[in-house]
Each structure stands twice: as structure tokens, then as C-alpha cells.
């Protein structure tokens, strides 16, 4: 996944250090700057180490090496160089989530792009602070979509359950005008790690494989207001699978995928 449209080439090594950052127990030094950093003010934080860029926390890490890199403001200077200096990546298990804005193209027929642009932003900096509040890990944005990980290192074994809360959360995103997302959550493998991002300039951290084709596909079934959990998610947190969870047939995967409907109805109730 990448804010870029070129296809992103995966990068290997370092297996056992990604593996610790974002597998159970997480990294040590990682997990005790997690600690401190949330306790500062303010958003935006740098996607790894959650350092805050802004308010009087962002201050004075700033003074301290971990203003955000001039070259790739998602990570701090210091991440930043923690990813050029040890590029790679670790498959571990974890929780994924999609979520993108139902019918914008329809919307964006009738309203000025101005407003369609306020709309969609408004949505992508309130998903993206109802995430981050979950312990999610931003990985990209692209057009309406945002998506997110909830690697076991950063949320602790309750990955699954926070990814869960994240979603209901998302659907009862209201306002004087909301949002109709639909959400998808799946748990599964996936490949996280290290790839050069525009034109070689700097280093991102994006995710490949199948847990993650299928979280995309389950976000695109997804109704208005909705989120579609897998089976794998349920079990994962330790939740009771709804019992009206169907099979999903999703292109491109050879078996179907066990996964129901949580809905938000009107006014934050979850049906
Ligand atoms: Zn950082």
C-alpha cells in the first residue's frame, strides 16, 4: 500500500529485528517510547515511535532529534533514519483494517469539488485519530481510503479486539454531515516492512500478502455504516463469531471468507 500509484517492491533482511518491532512483546525500546510518547501532547505523531510533531510535546522532542524528517514527515527524523539504516521487513500475525467513504463518486457528480474535498479530508483526519486511539498503525492513505495495521508489538495480544473497537468506532463516525463508510477487518499473516518510496527519495513501511488483499475485498462488501469482520478477527480476539456470518466469495482467492456484517444504525446504535 503506498500514497504513490507505482507498485511498491518489498524489501528483505533485518527479518528478526521487524519481527520483534511488531510481533508479540513488541521491541523493548520501541514499546518504552510508546509508553512516553502517548503521554505528550500532541497529533500528529510520528507513525513509528509516536513522537508528537505538535504542542509543547512536539516542542521539545523536536529540540531532542525527533522533529519530523524533512524528507518523509509520516516518521521523525530519528525513525527516519531507523528505516534507511535498517531497511527489511518480518511476516507476523496481525490485524488489518480498511476503511473508505461509500459512494464519493456519486457525491462528487453532484457537490463542488471544494466540498468534496472538505468532506473527504474531514473524514480522513477524524478516521485516522479514532484509529491511532486504538493503538492502529496508519499504513497509507489513498484517495478516500485509509489503512491501517494493529501489529501485536504496538497493541499487545489484543490486536484483534482493538481493530474490532476501531471498527465499530468508525461506523458511528457522525457529524453535521456523516461520512457513509464502510469498514473491513481481517486477521492473518501479513508481510510488514521497509519499501522505497517515491522515486528512491526516503523509506516507508508498507504490508504485502493475502490477509491483506482479503481485508481490502471485505471493506469493498461492506454496506454504508458498516463494517465486515472476519471469522479470523473474531476468534483472534476471542469473540464469539455472529452467528448470521456468511461466506464471502472474493475475487481472486481461491476459498470464500467467513465474515459478518456490524452495522451502525442511526445516532451511534450498533445493531
Ligand atoms: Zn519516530
Not at 136 to 158: N, R, S
Not at 224 to 234: E, G, K, T
Amino acid at each position: 500500500m503506498s500514497e504513490q500509484d507505482a507498485p511498491l517492491e518489498r524489501e528483505d533482511g533485518n527479518r528478526e529485528l521487524w519481527a520483534t518491532i511488531f510481533g508479540p512483546g513488541g521491541h523493548p525500546v520501541l514499546s518504552k517510547q510508546h509508553w512516553l510518547h502517548r503521554k505528550l501532547p500532541r497529533d500528529p505523531r510520528c507513525r513509528l515511535c509516536l513522537v508528537p510533531f505538535s504542542g509543547l510535546g512536539g516542542w521539545i522532542m523536536g529540540k531532542r532529534g525527533k522533529a519530523p524528517s524533512s524528507r518523509n514527515p509520516h516518521y521523525c527524523a530519528a525513525c527516519d533514519g531507523f528505516l534507511e539504516t535498517f531497511p527489511g521487513g518480518a511476516e507476523v500475525e496481525m490485524s488489518v483494517l480498511f476503511v473508505d467513504v461509500r459512494g464519493s463518486v456519486g457525491a462528487a457528480e453532484t457537490m463542488p469539488p471544494a466540498d468534496v474535498s472538505a468532506r473527504i479530508n474531514g473524514f480522513l483526519e477524524r478516521g485516522t485519530a479514532l484509529i491511532t486511539a486504538h493503538d492502529g498503525f496508519i499504513m497509507a492513505f489513498y484517495g478516500d481510503c485509509i489503512v491501517a495495521v494493529f501489529p501485536p508489538g504496538f497493541c499487545g495480544e489484543g490486536h484483534a479486539q482493538k481493530a474490532i473497537a476501531a471498527a465499530k468506532a468508525l461506523c458511528r463516525i457522525e457529524g453535521d454531515d456523516p461520512v457513509p463508510l464502510g469498514v473491513g477487518v481481517h486477521t492473518g499473516p501479513v508481510y510488514i516492512g521497509t519499501v522505497q518510496a517515491a522515486r528512491g527519495l526516503f523509506r516507508d513501511v508498507s504490508i504485502f500478502g493475502h490477509a491483506v488483499n482479503i481485508c481490502a475485498r471485505l471493506a469493498a462488501n461492506a454496506p454504508p455504516h458498516s463494517a465486515v469482520i472476519s471469522a479470523d478477527c473474531f476468534i483472534a480476539a476471542g469473540q464469539q463469531v455472529p452467528e448470521e456470518a456468511e461466506n464471502y466469495t472474493l475475487k481472486g482467492a481461491s476459498e470464500g471468507v467467513r465474515a459478518a456484517v456490524v452495522t451502525a444504525a442511526p445516532h451511534g446504535r450498533l445493531a
